[in-house]
């Protein structure tokens, strides 16, 4: 996209084509319009449209052209608090409503692809969180407790049986988690795309919006070449806010994620790694992550930002890395390398306001936005519709919150990638 083979890599050259969208001419009314075309705000948009509701989805350059269309394409449940944590920090009745909803994410994901289906790549095999060293291993070993008492089909695994998943002997345990799994991220999101305009919402791509103002008891929400008017607007951008209610922007620390993936694998590497093709992160402070896609590359990821001494750092790093995990790949060279931007919140724990009136969004999901991305846009569209109230959400309304020293932080998280990336192959 944007002709810049850094930004989606290989997810861009192996999603299904987008559906045709033209760019916003010319001035029209909806009863929603959502600003961003990526999960949540294909999700809220299918859901309205279902519902019957006349929607508008306004999307600055291409669908799925921020996280969406980036990340490693890992379904997972939950977020990254500890499970008995969420009730400490949201309170007793949000902190169990999060819980319930985000432990069962995944499956409307899959229930997704499956009823309109999308083709992305779906394996749902689960996902493998992996254990390094003896404070990663107690780390997991708590996690399962907490999830395993709430009847989640979570299994931690020893060492031995961590081996015969992943296929390397780095880990000291994982947490096999089978409510995940994983999917091709730019594909769902083109899927979801199609699936709204099939149910009869209208995308616009090229379209960004540069001003939106009260006006006749609704929304007037512009861009360069026209404008939409609706009672309500959904703000659906995330770390990837610009121009309009950019407090989203601001109350979000960015960090750099990248992915390198190897060219595709001879069937006797691939049957050596993943056998059941599980996604796998792990419990390092600067964390990896790796999955395979369909023609057996072996997508591998950690913090950092392809760009300046990063453009080479993390790649050094990565083949480094990958010969320590996996010795049989020291000669596999990577095809494709990308990157993008993690909206972090300062509890790890994402946030819903409402803007002003009838302008409502969900942000900060901290590297878990594909399950609820989708989740939340279902909710933001039950909202609108009136199936649901304010009070029966997930997360308190609250309103944004600069984090302070926010240039800092993501400095620091850049460079700090890089040193550590530069020093050692960690596992």
Not at 155 to 181: I, P, Q
Request: a neutral charge; one cysteine or more.
């Amino acid at each position: 996209m944007k002709n810049d083979p850094r930004s989606h890599g290989l997810w861009e050259r192996s999603a299904p084509q987008a559906p045709p969208t033209t760019r916003l001419s010319g001035d029209l009314t909806a009863d929603v319009v959502v600003i961003g075309a990526g999960f949540t705000g294909l999700s809220a948009a299918l859901h309205l449209a279902e519902a019957g509701a006349s929607v508008v989805v306004l999307e600055g350059i291409q669908i799925g052209f921020g996280g969406s269309g980036r990340n490693v394409g890992l379904v997972n449940a939950g977020m990254w608090v500890m499970p008995d944590d969420l009730p400490g920090e949201l309170g007793e009745v949000y902190g169990n409503r999060l819980l319930h909803l985000l432990g069962d994410a995944p499956s409307l994901v899959f229930e997704l692809v499956e009823k309109h289906a999308i083709a992305c790549e779906i394996e749902r095999s689960g996902t493998l969180h992996c254990a390094v060293g003896a404070k990663g291993l107690a780390e997991l070993q708590e996690r399962a407790r907490q999830w395993q008492a709430r009847g989640a089909p979570v299994h931690l695994l020893n060492t031995e049986e961590t081996a015969h998943k992943v296929g390397t002997s780095s880990y000291s345990g994982s947490l096999l988690d089978l409510r995940a799994g994983t999917i091709q991220p730019l594909g769902y999101s083109r899927g979801l795309a199609g699936a709204a305009i099939k149910a009869g919402a209208r995308i616009f791509t090229s379209s960004p919006v540069v001003d939106a103002e009260e006006a006749d008891g609704g929304w007037r929400v512009r861009t360069h070449s026209g404008s939409v008017w609706a009672k309500w607007v959904i703000v659906a951008t995330n770390a990837y806010t610009t121009h309009v209610w950019p407090q989203i922007r601001a109350e979000l620390v960015h960090l750099p994620y990248f992915n390198l993936a190897t060219k595709p694998l001879s069937d006797n590497l691939r049957n050596t790694i993943l056998p059941e093709r599980q996604g796998v992160w792990d419990t390092n402070e600067i964390l990896s992550s790796y999955r395979f896609d369909q023609q057996g590359r072996l997508v591998f990821g950690s913090v950092g930002a392809l760009r300046g001494l990063g453009q080479s750092i993390h790649p050094n790093w990565g083949r480094r890395a990958l010969r320590k995990l996996f010795p049989q790949l020291a000669d596999i060279a990577f095809e494709y390398e990308w990157y993008g931007s993690i909206g972090m919140t300062s509890n790890n724990l994402p946030r819903f306001h409402r803007l002003a009136r009838n302008v409502v969004s969900f942000s900060g999901y901290n590297g878990r936005g594909i399950a609820p991305g989708t989740t939340f846009g279902r909710i933001l569209a039950r909202l609108v519709l009136g199936d649901i109230q304010e009070a029966d959400l997930p997360l308190p309304m609250t309103e944004p919150e600069p984090v302070r020293y926010r240039a800092v932080k993501e400095a620091y998280y850049e460079v700090g990638a890089q040193i550590a990336h530069a020093a050692t192959a960690r596992f």
